[in-house]
């Protein structure tokens, strides 16, 4: 297992210069920079806009643009940032990025526990009202955007009924201790059950499938004919095969939830690296929107490295040595 994990770890470094590059061109590819709109200003005269680009090196050749990018990243210098005047990339991102971490698992969480004990009712009991009521669920998951089905959470839960806040991550900064954990989640049940809408739907429909199709195989028929109760062929044999592909999906959706943040961020306000992109995309602060878009990037391979730990340890029959 040591020697699978340096050989991936040395796969992620083209992997990443690829990724830099892609990222880099598509940002260079957009139209427009941080003073398109300023120049519109009569009060300024354009030409100071004009040396601000050279000082910053926005004139110099796109290649040599990328190669002091890339050297800055590489040293840990994720530059600064163009439009928050004095403030480091990376102090900005380090504001932030608690939040989101903080919502995805929180998201990540109330999908677990709602899709797989769902979807493994659905499997034993198939065609019971439950199971149709979870499979129209599922279609409704899957069909419903994040963006709307916030808008309508935030409607009936913080406008109407008023159980929930519908913006911010904490209602007093002065509040300490345990009544800050409490608030704060308070503040993340919206936005995450939004967030993991989709997955809760999507696991809910691979489980109820993959407990199905294992619960047809012999040796379960056999473990069943030796006098194995219920519970055990369940938890011991059904379970552990069939939360595999479980595993293949979370290693996706660990920068899944980071990236689907940028949306359910901005529709309740919540200060993290959403917003923070989505403001950066409306200002073309690049070096903010490279960083952010580079680091879910890094997020989506390291999920899919701890997916495949995570195989071994699930099932004993899978090594990579």
């Known amino acids: 297992m040591h020697k699978y994990i340096i050989r991936r770890i040395l796969v992620f470094i083209p992997m990443l210069i690829m990724l830099s590059i892609i990222v880099f061109a598509l940002a260079k590819a957009a139209p427009g920079d941080p003073f398109t709109g300023k120049i519109l200003d009569p009060t300024v005269d354009p030409e100071v806009f004009n040396e601000q680009r050279e000082a910053l090196g926005l004139n110099d050749p796109i290649p040599v643009q990328y190669f002091r990018w890339a050297t800055s990243m590489a040293r840990g210098d994720f530059g600064e940032s163009m439009y928050y005047k004095g403030r480091d990339v990376q102090s900005l991102i380090s504001e932030r990025i608690v939040n989101t971490v903080y919502l995805g698992l929180f998201a990540l969480v109330i999908t677990l526990v709602v899709a797989i004990p769902i979807g493994i009712y659905s499997a034993k009991n198939p065609y019971s009202p439950l199971d149709y009521s979870a499979t129209t669920f599922g279609f409704l998951g899957l069909a419903i955007p994040n963006f709307f089905f916030g808008l309508i959470a935030i ?14 991550t904490i209602s007093n900064l002065h509040i300490t ?23 809760t739907a999507t696991y809910m429909r691979y489980m109820r499938s993959e407990v199905l199709d294992v619960l047809g195989s012999d040796y379960i028929r056999t473990a069943k004919a030796k006098g194995m109760n219920d519970r055990n062929v369940l938890y011991k044999h059904t379970l552990r095969n069939a939360i595999i592909p479980i595993i293949t999906l979370m290693g996706f959706e660990f920068g899944a939830l980071l990236s689907g943040a940028i949306i359910t961020e901005q529709v309740f306000s919540y200060p993290g690296l959403g917003t923070l992109f989505i403001n950066s995309i409306t200002n073309r602060d690049y070096p903010v929107i490279m960083s952010i878009t580079l680091l879910l990037g890094v997020a989506i391979l390291i999920g899919n490295l701890l997916a495949d730990i995570f195989y071994s340890i699930v099932d004993p029959r899978i090594r990579y040595d």
């Open 155 to 168: 409607y009936v839960f913080a406008i109407k009924l008023g159980w929930f806040p519908a913006q911010g």
């Open 177 to 199: 201790g345990f009544s800050e954990f409490l608030n704060r989640i308070h503040h993340m049940v919206l936005p995450g059950i939004t967030l993991g809408l989709a997955g």
